[in-house]
């Protein structure tokens, strides 16, 4: 499945993405909040979240592709990377929707 196809941009701490005709698909901004010690999130916070977002659908996709060319078997001496996969199924399951990403 493709999330919203097309590269998403990041402008300070907006995220968007933009149509055909070059006007906003969608967007969205990450607002601060409050920090454990009741302090404001930082601006670097901020962008750093909005980066993340935009990275998001590439993310996705080349977890989707390592979990489909994946060909290693289930012996003991695999456990690290088949616990590679677990995690890179689990993530996967999460930014689709098929679990609560818990």
């Known amino acids: 499945m493709k999330v919203a196809p097309g590269n998403w941009k990041t402008v300070e701490n907006t995220v968007y993405q933009l149509n ?5 698909r969608w967007y969205f ?4 909040g409050w ?3 009741d302090e404001r999130t930082s ?4 962008k750093a979240v909005a980066r993340l977002a935009a990275a998001a ?6 977890l989707q592709w390592y979990i ?4 290693v078997d289930n ?6 990377w088949l616990e590679g ?18």
Request: overall charge negative.
């Open 68 to 71: 489909e060319i994946d060909e």
């Open 35 to 37: 920090t454990d010690e």
């Open 57 to 62: 659908p590439k993310l996705l996709e080349a």
């Open 75 to 80: 012996s003991e001496g695999n456990a690290f």
């Open 20 to 24: 055909y005709f070059n006007h906003n």
């Open 85 to 102: 996969k677990a995690q890179a199924e689990a993530a996967v399951a999460a930014a689709l929707g098929e679990t609560d990403g818990n």
């Open 43 to 46: 601006e670097e916070e901020l």
């Open 29 to 32: 901004h990450v607002q601060p």
